[in-house]
């Protein structure tokens, strides 16, 4: 069964500092797809960024970037110039390629501090 | 944010009781999934669907069942609400391809007394 791991329970950035947050996944499979979900307090959770486990260049979204490591199954993501409305639960999620179902990991609670 | 919502947001219900939770999308998509969560907790999928008459169980097992008699409507059911029912339900959708983004609904929050 495939495994999410997000070993920071809680992360805390000063505003318009960089923070990455950390994930780690387990699989036996080569064709899969990963993403990063923010849920702010009380809100829609929201798609942050997705990564395509067979493109070895880094997906990015404006202030959002990931560095996937697919030999050592790790996809962390960078925030850069932090922004208040950046605090959130942040998930990190895998999707297998054929049954399209998402396995969460426990979340990182990111507070922006100014 | 997208087209996707859920009914009612907030429940407060004795033991016993048969629920409904609600969850509509408007954008047409084919797949349309259930996830519990736990306060600061991460999400179980409980049950998903591919279409209309399609149902499947999920990964977490759950005494809750649904029905997906419209593409757009699938709702959720507790015949017999109980304490350990207590948490979040978050709707989602996607369209048919593997690679499609999950849309998420904001999610009800159940608790039973």
């Known amino acids: 069964a495939q495994t999410v791991t997000q070993s920071q329970p809680e992360m805390s950035v000063q505003e318009a500092e960089t923070v990455t947050l950390s994930c780690t996944y387990d699989?036996?499979?080569?064709?899969?797809?990963l993403f990063w979900y923010k849920q702010p307090p009380s809100r829609q959770m929201i798609l942050v960024i997705r990564?395509?486990?067979?493109?070895?260049q880094n997906a990015t979204e404006n202030r959002f970037s990931v560095n996937f490591q697919k030999a050592a199954k790790s996809f962390s993501l960078k925030i850069s110039d932090s922004q208040l409305g950046d605090a959130a639960m942040y998930f990190c999620a895998y999707l297998t390629g054929t049954a399209s179902k998402l396995t969460f990991g426990t979340g990182t609670r990111l507070q922006v501090t100014l | 944010e997208a087209d996707i919502y859920q009914t009612p947001r907030y429940l407060v219900i004795g033991t016993g009781k048969k629920i409904t939770l609600e969850c509509s999308q408007t954008?047409?998509?084919?797949?349309m999934y259930w996830y519990q969560q736990d306060p600061g907790m991460e999400l179980h999928l409980i049950h998903y669907s591919y279409g209309v008459n399609s149902t499947e169980k999920g990964d977490l097992s759950s005494e809750s069942t649904v029905s997906r008699i419209r593409t757009e409507h699938f709702p959720l059911t507790l015949e017999s609400a109980r304490p350990s029912h207590t948490s979040q339900y978050l709707c989602?959708?996607?369209?048919?391809?593997?690679?499609?983004?999950?849309?998420f609904g904001p999610g009800t929050r159940l608790t039973v007394t």
């Open positions: 954008m047409g998509h084919d797949k």
């Open positions: 990564q395509e486990a067979y493109k070895q």
């Open positions: 699989t036996s499979e080569s064709d899969y797809y």
């Open positions: 989602a959708s996607s369209e048919t391809g593997r690679r499609s983004e999950q849309y």
